[in-house]
């Protein structure tokens, strides 16, 4: 009876205990936990928001949020964009939904301050040059025309989508996953609705290259997969508005690639690129440290 009793107790305490854990913990020692893989897209929500709102009001999180830098520091380089009223306030709506996925991850997880974000001109020039396999005079700046500030746009949020989808199989709790498909699906929207606006122009010369959005949107989408090494993760890159594979489904991809593509160095243990100083959380520091 006594042992019965003893039973009775550890199970009405283990129900007790709170529901987060089941977040935070880990089922197998050597694997990410959700908590690990959650945390880690805090990095591209930290480089969305930071670059959405510079682009669009010209300040970022250190004005909007400042509980959620965590005293990180400010981002490097980032400015005001020229754009035009109506893509100021699409790219606003995105920078607010940025700053509320960070609001939604950071309820669910402990999270980190924000990392060391460069987002100089200097810093997407050289992307640029490396999608071309060229130097493009003047370098290309993302601020100076509403079709630059679009194409970089192009470079950053589909590396995160592409990162979720690859994540919510991962994860074991039904929270996580409800969180992770809830980011995702807005997301999904923000790139929907910049492939849109480029697909429209697709044959508009961006000046002063003489290039087309199409030559950009194809040269970026083909730097994407070279950096991240696994292979087509862009689809057909000529005459598709929406990046899917054979059965129209989304492409997934690893911490390991999204990280090889944002440090621009096909390396996740060398940052460079938008993370100078390396991407942050458990499974960022573990390229890092290995």
């Known amino acids: 009876m006594a042992v019965h009793h003893i039973r009775i107790i550890s199970v009405l305490l283990i129900a007790s205990l709170p529901f987060t854990i089941a977040i935070e913990g880990k089922g197998n020692s050597s694997e990410p936990s959700d908590a690990d893989r959650i945390e880690f897209a805090l990095n591209l929500e930290y480089l969305e928001a930071e670059f959405f709102l510079y682009g669009a009001l010209g300040y970022g999180l250190d004005v909007v949020a400042p509980e959620l830098a965590g005293g990180g520091p400010a981002p490097i380089g980032a400015q005001l964009a020229a754009l035009s009223p109506l893509v100021r306030d699409l790219i606003s709506q995105f920078a607010y939904q940025e700053v509320g996925h960070l609001r939604a991850i950071k309820k669910e997880v402990k999270g980190f301050p924000r990392p060391v974000l460069d987002l100089r001109v200097g810093t997407f020039a050289r992307i640029m040059d490396s999608a071309f396999g060229r130097r493009l005079y003047p ?3 993302p601020y100076a025309s509403e079709i630059n500030y679009l194409l970089a746009s192009y470079v950053i949020p589909y590396v995160g989508l592409t990162g979720y989808v690859g994540t919510n199989p991962q994860l074991q709790n039904t929270t996580s996953k409800r969180l992770v498909a809830g980011l995702l699906g807005v997301e999904s929207g923000q790139d929907a609705v ?6 429209e122009r697709l044959e508009v010369r961006v000046m002063p290259y003489r290039l087309t959005v199409a030559e950009f949107t194809n040269r970026i989408s083909v730097l994407r997969d070279r950096l991240g090494n696994a292979g087509v993760k862009e689809g057909r890159v000529v005459g598709n508005v929406l990046a899917a594979n054979n059965a129209s489904l ?13 440090y621009g160095t096909g390396d996740a243990h060398i940052p460079g690129g938008f993370f100078p100083n390396g991407a942050s959380g458990a499974i960022a520091k573990s390229f890092l440290q290995s």
């Open 250 to 262: 989304s492409y997934d991809r690893t911490p390991e690639e999204i990280l090889r593509i944002v």
């Open 139 to 141: 370098p290309f700046d």
């Open 194 to 199: 910049i492939r849109t606006w480029l697909y």
